[in-house]
C-alpha cells in the first residue's frame, strides 16, 4: 500500500513539473515587453488643449522609443471612460491629441479632470495606459506699463474655485525660433493674489518691434503646463536686409545676377552661333 | 581597282565575324536587361534604387561623371594634337572622336535616368536658374554633344564619298546610304576649302568647349558646401582625371580594333609608344592634382573634412581608395615612363585597368560625401547611412555602359577607322617623294 502511495507520488511529482515546464515554456514564449506611456497636458489661454504622449519600452537595457502604436486617448469622469480619438506615434515615439477647448472633457463633481491613453497590446509589447489629473486653471496676461518702462502682469486662477493660486512657479518668455528668450528670474512664484509682475527689456529685437510674450506654468502638480500669450509692440524693431528683389547667386531665375546673364549667353549664343554656321557649311558642301 | 581598294579593305567597314556578332549579342543583352530595369524603375519609382535622404546621387551620377570625363578624350586627341600638328596622331583622331561622341551621347542618356521623373524634364529649361550649375550642365551637355558629332563628321566626308563610289555598283543600298551621308561630296575646291574650314573650326571650338563641360561638371559639386567637394581644386582636378580617362578609353579602344582588323602596319608601335608618353604625363598631372585634393587638406581640415578623409584613406572606402589610387594611377604613371609598357599589348592592359579604376573614381567622389550630411539627418533607418547599389541600378548602368560600347562598336563596324582619304594622300605624296629622291 505505501508503495502504491509513493508511486501515485512520484507520477503526480512527476505530472507536476511537466505542466510547470510546460506552462513556463509557454510563458517564456509569449512574454512580452513592457511598454512605458508617459502623458503631459498643455492648455494655452483662448487657444487648444493638448495631450501630449511618449511610448518607450526598455529592452536589452536600452531605452527605445515605439513608433507606429495606436493609443485610444480618453478622459475619465468618477470612473468612466469617454473616448476622444486613436492616435499613432511617430517614429520617435510620440503621439499629440489636440482638442479645440476645455469644453470638449468634463470634469468630476469636484472640478478635476482626467485625461488617459491607453495602448491595447500587440505581438511585441502588452497593453499599457497612462493618465494624467489636472485642474482646470485660468492664466490672464497684460501689457502695462509705469514710468516708461513695460511690465507684464499675469494671474493665475483657481477656474471652478474662482480663487487666485498662490506660490506656483512661473516664468514670463519671448517666443523665439530655436528656444524661448526667458525674461522673468528663475525661480519666479506667484504672490497671494496669484499675481506676478516682470520687466521687459527694451533691447529685445522683434518684427517691426512686435514680440511674441509668453507668460507660462509648467508640470504644476494640479494644473498640468498652462500657457498665456499676448503681442506686445515694445521690442526693437529688426530692420530687414532681405536680398529677396536684388540680383545674386542666389536669387530666383528672374534675379539672375547681369554677369551670369551676359557671360552664359555669350556662351550659349556663340558656340550655338558657329554651330549654325557650321550647319551652314554642310549645306554649302551639298549644294555646291 | 581604285587607289582607295587596298585601303577600304583595310581601315573600311568590315562585316562582324563570329566575335563580332558575339560581342553585339552581349551588349544587346546587356541592354535588353537595362530596358527592362528602367521600366520597372519608371513605373515603381526610384525606391528600387538604393539611393536614400543620404545618398541621393549614387551610381548613376558616377557614371555620369565617368562618361562626361572620358568624352574629354575628344578634345585632347583631336584638338590639341591636331592645333600643335603632331603627325602621329593619326591613327587616334576618328577613333578618339567616335569614343568621345558615344560617351557624350551616354552621359546625356545617363542623366535622364537619374531622374525620378523624366516627364518633368522640359522644367529643366522652363524653371532654369542660369546662376545654377546644373543649368550649365543642361546647357554644355548639349552643346558638346553637337560639337563632338560635326567634329567626327566632317573629316568623314571625303571617305564616306569613297565608300559611296566604292559600294557603287556592288552594294546599291550601301552606296546610297554613304552617299546620302557624303552630302554629294565631290572633292571641289570650294568643299575642300569649306571643309578644311570648318574642321579648323571645330578644332578650335571643342577645346574651350572640353574645359567648360569638365570645369561645369567640378561645379557641380564644388559649388556645394559638402566635405569632399568644396574644393577650389575641383575644375582642374577633373580636368586631369578626364584626360586620364579619356586617354585610357581611347588606348583600350585603339588596341582592341588594331588587332581585329589586323592595323599593326597603319597603327605602329611608334604610335604607341608617342601616345604612352602622353598617356603618361596626364597620370602624372592628375598625380598630383590628387595629392592636392587629398594629402594637403589632411594639415588643415576641420572636423566634418577629416572625418571624410579619414573614412577614405583608412575607413569603409581605404580598400577602394588605395587600389584605385595605387593600381589605377601611381602603378601607371611610374610603368609607363619606361619604353618598354609603352609597347601595344602593356599598355593596353594598364588602360584597361586605368578606366575601370576611373570609373570607380567616380564613385568615389560622388559616395562618401554623401554619407557625411552637414545636417542631421533624422528619423530614417540606420540602413540608410550606407549606400550601395541595388541590382536595379548595376543592371541599367552596365546597360548604359553596354550601349557606349555599342555605339563604338557600331561605327567601327561602318565608319573608315582612320581617314582614308588622308592615307591616300599621304601614299601618294610619299610615291612622289620616292620617285624624287630616285630621280
Not at chain 1, 115 to 136: C, H, K, P, Q, Y
Not at chain 1, 179 to 194: H, Q
Not at chain 2, 313 to 341: C, N, S, Y
Request: hydrophobic fraction near 50%; aromatic fraction near 12%.
Amino acid at each position: 500500500m505505501r508503495n502504491r502511495v509513493a508511486n501515485i507520488r512520484d507520477i503526480a511529482k512527476i505530472i507536476g513539473c511537466t505542466l510547470l515546464a510546460l506552462s513556463l515554456q509557454t510563458g517564456l514564449a509569449q512574454k512580452k515587453e513592457r511598454m512605458r506611456l508617459s502623458t503631459v497636458y498643455t492648455k494655452v489661454m483662448d487657444g487648444p488643449l493638448y495631450l501630449d504622449m511618449q511610448a518607450s519600452a526598455r529592452v536589452d537595457k536600452t531605452n527605445i522609443t515605439i513608433p507606429d502604436a495606436e493609443l485610444a486617448v480618453y478622459y475619465e469622469v468618477d470612473g468612466e471612460e469617454f473616448p476622444l480619438g486613436t492616435v499613432v506615434t511617430d517614429a520617435g515615439g510620440k503621439a499629440q491629441l489636440t482638442l479645440k477647448g476645455m469644453d470638449a472633457i468634463t470634469p468630476d463633481s469636484t472640478g478635476l479632470y482626467i485625461l488617459g491613453a491607453a495602448f491595447a497590446g500587440n505581438d511585441t509589447f502588452g497593453s499599457a495606459s497612462s493618465s494624467v489629473e489636472f485642474r482646470d486653471a485660468v492664466l490672464t496676461a497684460s501689457l502695462v506699463q509705469k514710468d516708461s518702462l513695460n511690465y507684464i502682469e499675469a494671474t493665475l486662477k483657481d477656474k471652478v474655485l474662482d480663487s487666485a493660486i498662490a506660490d506656483a512657479l512661473i516664468k514670463v518668455q519671448v517666443d523665439r525660433m530655436f528656444k524661448p528668450l526667458i525674461i522673468s528670474e528663475e525661480f519666479l512664484m506667484t504672490d497671494e493674489s496669484g499675481g506676478i509682475t516682470v520687466a521687459i527689456p527694451g533691447d529685445i529685437p522683434g518684427k517691426d518691434g512686435n514680440l511674441a510674450m509668453e507668460v507660462v506654468i509648467e508640470e504644476n502638480d494640479s494644473y498640468g503646463n498652462v500657457k498665456a500669450m499676448l503681442d506686445a509692440p515694445v521690442g526693437t524693431p529688426i530692420v530687414q536686409s532681405s536680398t529677396y528683389d536684388q540680383r545674386t547667386l542666389w536669387g530666383r531665375s528672374s534675379r539672375t545676377p547681369l554677369f551670369i546673364l551676359f557671360f552664359t549667353g555669350l556662351l550659349v549664343f556663340g558656340s550655338w552661333g558657329l554651330i549654325f554656321y557650321l550647319l551652314f557649311n554642310l549645306y554649302k558642301i551639298a549644294k555646291n | 581597282m581604285s587607289k582607295y581598294s587596298q585601303l577600304i579593305k583595310d581601315v573600311g567597314p568590315q562585316k562582324f565575324n563570329r566575335g563580332g556578332m558575339l560581342w553585339m549579342g552581349f551588349l544587346i543583352l546587356l541592354i535588353v536587361a537595362g530596358v527592362i530595369a528602367y521600366i520597372d524603375q519608371l513605373i515603381e519609382g526610384q525606391v528600387v534604387t538604393n539611393m536614400r535622404d543620404y545618398v541621393l546621387w549614387g551610381v548613376y551620377i558616377s557614371n555620369f561623371v565617368f562618361f562626361v570625363a572620358t568624352s574629354f578624350v575628344g578634345a585632347i586627341a583631336v584638338a590639341v594634337l591636331r592645333l600643335t600638328k603632331s603627325e602621329w596622331r593619326r591613327p587616334f583622331v576618328r577613333l578618339a572622336e567616335i569614343v568621345a561622341l558615344a560617351c557624350i551621347v551616354m552621359a546625356g542618356i545617363t542623366i535622364i535616368i537619374d531622374m525620378a521623373r523624366p516627364d518633368r524634364m522640359l522644367n529643366l529649361f522652363v524653371h532654369a536658374r542660369l546662376q545654377s550649375p546644373i543649368t550649365w550642365d543642361v546647357i554644355i551637355i548639349p552643346t558638346f554633344m553637337v560639337v563632338s558629332i560635326l567634329l567626327l563628321y566632317f573629316p568623314l566626308l571625303p571617305d564616306l564619298a569613297i565608300l559611296r563610289d566604292h559600294y557603287n555598283g556592288t552594294n546599291t543600298r550601301l552606296s546610297k546610304i554613304y552617299g546620302f551621308f557624303a552630302l554629294k561630296w565631290q572633292w571641289t575646291q570650294k568643299q575642300l576649302k569649306l571643309q578644311k574650314k570648318s574642321v579648323q573650326l571645330l578644332a578650335l571650338m571643342i577645346i574651350p568647349l572640353g574645359l567648360i563641360l569638365e570645369s561645369i561638371d567640378a561645379y557641380l559639386f564644388s559649388t556645394t558646401y559638402r566635405v569632399g567637394w568644396d574644393s577650389s581644386n575641383f575644375a582642374p582636378y577633373f580636368i586631369s582625371g578626364a584626360m586620364v580617362a579619356g586617354l585610357g578609353a581611347l588606348v583600350s579602344v585603339v588596341y582592341i580594333v588594331r588587332k581585329n582588323k589586323q592595323l599593326e602596319a597603319y597603327i605602329t608601335e611608334y604610335h604607341f609608344d608617342k601616345m604612352g608618353k602622353l598617356f603618361n604625363l596626364a597620370c602624372i598631372i592628375y598625380l598630383y592634382f590628387n595629392i592636392n585634393e587629398y594629402l594637403i587638406p589632411l594639415f588643415t581640415a576641420k572636423k566634418g573634412e577629416s572625418e571624410h578623409l579619414e573614412n577614405l584613406l583608412r575607413g569603409d572606402f581605404a580598400i577602394l581608395f588605395w587600389t584605385v589610387t595605387i593600381i589605377g594611377l601611381v602603378l601607371p604613371a611610374i610603368l609607363l615612363i619606361f619604353k618598354r609598357f609603352r609597347k601595344p599589348k602593356p599598355m593596353f592592359y594598364i588602360a584597361v585597368v586605368v578606366v575601370i579604376c576611373s570609373w570607380w573614381k567616380r564613385y568615389l567622389i560622388v559616395t562618401p560625401t554623401l554619407l557625411h550630411p552637414y545636417l542631421p539627418i533624422q528619423g530614417v533607418p540606420e540602413s540608410w547611412s550606407h549606400y550601395f547599389p541595388s541590382l536595379h541600378e548595376w543592371v541599367i548602368t552596365s546597360a548604359t555602359l553596354a550601349m557606349a560600347l555599342m555605339i563604338i562598336t557600331l561605327l567601327v563596324r561602318y565608319v573608315p577607322v582612320m581617314s582614308i582619304d588622308q592615307l591616300a594622300k599621304d601614299q601618294e605624296a610619299s610615291v612622289k617623294s620616292d620617285n624624287k629622291a630616285a630621280a
